[in-house]
């Protein structure tokens, strides 16, 4: 892109009318990079061409795409085959994404790069794409540099990771079908890697859970099974001379069952009789 009159050889969508396309315009490469997301890359980066192919022209237009009916654009992605696996969400990113490209750029999607005067300049203007997060950013500033010849000074230390020579993580590395088998290789590593380090990291919340302060052995506790109010405890059950024992002062076996009982042994025996007649029974 760097020079128009010179085309990019490009081998990210594996069919060669959608790289001849990607190669050509820049606004088709910034919106397979957009699409580049949960699907293949391969599904991802046709998708500018598909899009050309329905609206009737053999290249995007930023202007067209902004003032398209949002529920029509959608249509248009959602016919089979689906240019997305989330057509619908994904034709309201395109249209953000043109809409910005018209007010900030005049519709000219080479115009991000085009003036540039650093690697960080651009990563900006990259990050500030609607659609666009830091790491989209830098893989586009790293196929940029890599593949279109369009990188600015210090366009491999703004891309950081992604900008390093002879390596397979991401679209930028891509050109050609062994390269991809890499690059999807690394994904499927770092995925499974992340994955590990999540079932790791439970692990270690649930060991620490189960040693807590609930833990099933803190049977000794205030609220435990010998505790102050336990089984043993004064209102416990074998508690017999506890004072709500069964043969407590007003347990059933206490001081006569009924009111006419302790009246009769009030009458013959005084208040220490009562006591030893009490402590008997």
């Keep these: 892109m760097a020079d128009r009159n010179q085309s990019p050889v490009i081998h990210l969508a594996q069919q060669p009318e959608a790289d001849a396309l990607l190669a050509r315009s820049p606004l088709a490469a910034l919106v ?41 654009f959608a249509a248009l992605l959602s016919e089979k085959p689906a240019v997305h696996r989330y057509p619908g969400s994904m034709a309201q990113r395109i249209q953000q994404l043109c809409r910005f490209l018209v007010d900030e750029y005049g519709g000219d999607a080479e115009a991000l790069w085009r003036d540039a005067a650093s690697g960080r300049e651009l990563l900006a203007r990259l990050e500030a794409l609607p659609g666009f997060g830091r790491q989209k950013a830098q893989i586009f500033l ?32 891509i050109t050609g079908p062994e390269s991809l088998a890499k690059v999807r290789a690394h994904k499927q590593e770092m995925k499974a890697a992340a994955k590990a380090a999540k079932a790791a990291t439970a692990g270690k919340e649930t060991t620490a859970g189960k040693t807590g302060k609930s833990g ?33 002062t007003s347990a059933k076996a206490g001081t006569g069952a009924t009111p006419a009982s302790r009246r009769a042994a009030g009458r013959t025996a005084g208040p220490a009789k009562r006591a030893e007649s009490t402590g008997n029974r």
């Design 32 to 72: 397979g990079m957009l699409l580049d997301q949960q699907v293949p890359m391969e599904w991802a980066f046709s998708g500018p061409y598909t899009i050309a192919t329905r609206m009737g022209h053999d290249d995007l237009d930023a202007h067209e795409i902004a003032a398209r009916d949002p529920e029509a």
């Design 142 to 173: 790293a196929l940029l540099g890599k593949q279109y010849g369009a990188g600015p000074e210090g366009w491999r230390e703004a891309a950081g990771a992604y900008g390093e020579k002879d390596c397979y993580r991401s679209a930028a590395d």
């Design 216 to 248: 099933k052995s803190g049977n000794t506790g205030p609220s435990g099974r010998t505790g102050t109010s336990g089984k043993t405890g004064a209102s416990g059950k074998t508690g017999q001379t506890g004072t709500s024992g069964k043969t407590g």
